[in-house]
């Protein structure tokens, strides 16, 4: 810099005098940083910290400990409700935080208020009827590249894999024949002791298991069944219920079931019925961040924390799947405040400071900032990332902030989780604030089927790679079934102390019909049409009916590394939606549900592609026809 000497003053003066500014400076500029670093120690409820500080610079990341996180592996619809003292207490505590938060939290993360939102607020309903925007069926239909049940629904005209695709459909009809019979009307099929589950996840709603059918019935051509299944939705499905329902569970199951048997059938009752459920899942977002709480009361409307879920946070893999349904909610009620529900998770998420730019599964959503950093691909975690990717297939990949966000995930996922066995298997080890479990669960094999659907937008030099890397994973998810007795995999297998792909612990050897690893073959068929997939399938077939199927249904097993094997007395409702469904798609053509148009929920319920260019065009068109 250069100093113009002024008039009148010596050098000497000058310097003097700009020494004297100098330290002023200095000591103005020392106060200011002293200020402002002073309100890193001021309580998070003070506004002021709360104005000049970004939300994850408000709290310590980690709060409990791991061994906390340790205690709660299993997902929320396994574990069943916690007792009631556990979840008010939860209630309590978060409620007197967000009093001190002052819903400051929530005017960050949340978009304007839409004019349904404020309506619903001053006790009117949303509207449901059609406006201008929403989408009508022949609209969807006419914007779908082809006919979602293919040309001859799907027919394989090989007669071997056909006969295997007749055995499948057999078995879907049997399982469903057991739970109408026996259990008609409640959530789940008890096939020893021939009656009905209604369970504690889905809030007095009854017949999970009809629901979750629909568009299996549908695609397998069992007309009569889904003529029946949708007579019940007609006369009996109740919304009315007044009871504690999983959030999550609802919602990938209910939410996207009717939606799904909309986009099949055309039928307007599943589209009602889905909005207004999903009407009724908005209370859960009245958070101070916007992030939803996992437990909705459907009647009150009153939410709150899982019990379990520490210091009241959130579950990454509840609140990050609901984007999917969310999206087509607006789509359908032509109401934006389901899409902004969901914009506004996805902003945080965004935003938050990410350890090594993994996402932890416990985020509060009163602060917005994680709670423990356990990170994994299975229980907790898992279908976040699917929605990652789904949302940007489900965009007609215009959703490039999902894009972003699922490959950086991915790159971290690799850095970090992605392991070799000393036998050469890849696997997803699970990450406890840096140090690795070098346990895989068997819901984190359907990232085989997931890496392999997003390999082809991948930076151009990745593709191939990410092909790779999906393959290694559904071989070891296959592995992990090889190595039992049964030829039916455990719930979760170590590569530590000698096992490679195995269960090492008796509470880890049930099979409860879960579908993931049959889902990863059926992906990477229709990626690679390597007929080993479909020989794998078919093991699984085979194995299931050996083990799983009794006199009234089909039941999980309680350990799979045992020929005598002991039945839980449960047909999961996820056997007839996804597992039965999955296999049937992987013996059918490709053409029936195609993957350029369908993308499925992450409980195999498929979505249409939204095509909002083409929907406008037909939108014009229709307009100017009536005019
Ligand atoms: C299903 O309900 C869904 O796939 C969910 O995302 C996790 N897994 C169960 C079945 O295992």
């Not at 082809?146 to 005209?157: A, M, Y």
């Not at 006969?163 to 020893?192: I, Q």
């Not at 059926?522 to 007929?531: A, I, Q, S, V």
Request: hydrophobic content about 35%; proline content about 4%.
């Amino acid at each position: 810099m250069v100093f113009r000497k002024l008039p009148g003053v010596s050098a000497s003066g000058m310097g003097l005098r700009l020494s004297q500014k100098f330290v002023f400076l200095l000591f103005l500029s020392g106060l200011v940083t002293l200020c402002f670093g002073a309100l890193f120690f001021l309580p998070d409820s003070v506004r002021l910290k709360r104005i000049f500080l970004s939300k994850t610079e408000t709290q310590p990341v980690t709060v409990g400990s791991e061994n906390d996180a340790r205690v709660h592996l299993k997902r929320p619809k396994d574990q069943g409700m916690t007792s009631s003292l556990s979840r008010k207490q939860s209630v309590s505590h978060e409620a007197t935080e967000e009093r001190l938060a002052g819903g400051r939290a929530q005017e960050e993360f949340t978009l304007p208020r839409s004019r349904a939102e404020s309506a619903s607020d001053k006790g009117t309903s949303l509207d449901h009827g059609a406006n201008s925007d929403t989408v009508t069926y022949k609209k969807f239909r006419r914007c779908l590249l082809k006919p979602p049940l293919g040309r001859d629904n799907g027919k394989p005209s090989d007669p071997k894999t056909d006969e295997r695709r007749e055995k499948v459909k057999e078995m879907m009809k049997f399982a469903w024949d057991n739970y109408k019979h026996y259990a008609w009307g409640k959530n789940e099929l008890r096939p020893l002791t021939r009656n009905g589950h209604i369970g504690n996840m889905f809030g007095g709603l009854r017949g999970a298991s009809i629901i979750d059918s629909l568009d299996t019935l549908y695609i397998m051509g069992l007309k009569e069944e889904y003529n029946d299944a949708k007579e019940w939705v007609q006369t009996s499905l109740d919304l009315n219920s007044n009871g504690e329902a999983s959030l999550f569970e609802v919602n990938i199951r209910y939410v996207g079931g009717l939606l799904s048997a909309y986009y099949l059938t055309g039928e307007e009752l599943f589209k009602n019925k889905a909005v207004e459920l999903g009407e009724k899942l908005l209370p859960a977002f009245n958070t101070p961040t916007g992030i939803p709480r996992g437990v909705i009361n459907l009647g009150s409307g009153t939410s709150w924390s899982w019990g379990w879920a520490s210091a009241g946070s959130s579950i990454l893999a509840e609140f990050g799947t609901l984007h999917l349904e969310f999206v087509h909610l607006t789509q359908l009620s032509g109401s934006p405040i389901y899409t902004e529900k969901v914009m506004n998770i996805r902003k945080l998420l965004n935003k938050i400071e990410k350890p090594h730019g993994l996402y932890p599964n416990f985020l509060s959503p009163v602060s917005g900032n994680w709670v423990q950093h356990h990170v994994s691909i299975g229980g907790l975690g898992d279908s976040f990332y699917e929605y990652l990717i789904k949302s940007y297939l489900m965009s007609d990949k215009t959703d490039d902030d999902a894009k972003k966000m699922y490959y950086g995930a991915l790159e971290a996922i690799e850095a970090n989780l992605v392991q070799k066995s000393p036998g050469g298997l890849t696997y997803l080890a699970e990450w406890r604030g840096g140090i690795l479990d070098h346990k895989m669960g068997h819901l984190a094999c359907f990232s085989g089927g997931m890496i392999g659907i997003g390999a082809d937008d991948g930076a151009p030099d990745k593709r191939q790679h990410y092909l790779d890397l999906a393959a290694e994973i559904t071989h070891t998810c296959h592995e992990s079934y090889t190595r039992t007795a049964t030829k039916l995999g455990p719930e979760a297998f170590r590569f530590d102390g000698g096992a490679e792909a195995t269960a090492t612990r008796l509470s880890d050897r049930y099979y409860i019909l879960r579908p993931e690893v049959i889902e990863s073959y059926m992906y990477m068929w229709r990626l690679t049409h390597d007929p080993k997939y479909r020989e794998w399938g078919w093991e699984a077939v085979e194995a299931l009916e050996e083990h799983c199927r009794v006199e009234s249904g089909f039941s999980g097993i309680r350990d799979v590394y045992t020929m005598t094997v002991s039945h839980d007395n449960m047909q999961q409702s996820f056997f007839l939606s996804e597992t039965l469904k999955y296999l049937y798609l992987l013996f059918s053509d490709d053409d029936l549900l195609p993957l350029e148009d369908w993308v499925f929920n992450t409980e195999a319920h498929p979505l249409p592609v939204i095509r909002n260019s083409c929907l406008q065009e037909e939108a014009t068109q229709d307009k100017t026809v009536s005019e």
